[in-house]
């Protein structure tokens, strides 16, 4: 039994792979440098890294969604806006 009822594709399985390797990453972080106590964002919520990076992940998800609603293929552009939108979530969120 196969996963081709699945309908996967290279960048299905690339997207499911970054964000199991986004969840491996932020797991060996937080066992080397454990807490990473939450801190008040621009929102007046608080985050810890786990929640900022569900953020960014959710919202890099809505841009890129947006812009092939709106411009279509291809995503290299959105995926730009993604990495600094992330980058403003981690460090301002």
């Known amino acids: 039994m196969g996963l081709s009822w699945m309908a996967w594709t290279w960048p299905t399985a ?25 801190r008040d964002g621009v929102l007046g919520l608080h985050t810890t890294r786990g929640d900022r990076l569900f ?6 998800a809505f841009i890129c969604l947006a812009w092939l609603g709106l411009m279509g293929m291809p995503l290299i ?5 993604s990495i600094v939108y992330a980058i403003v979530v981690f460090r301002w969120v």
């Open 14 to 38: 690339a997207f499911f792979c970054f964000v199991a390797l986004c969840i491996l990453t932020m797991g060996v972080w937080e066992y080397f440098s454990p807490g990473g106590g939450p």
């Open 55 to 60: 953020i960014s992940l959710l919202g890099s």
């Open 77 to 81: 552009a959105p995926i730009g806006l």
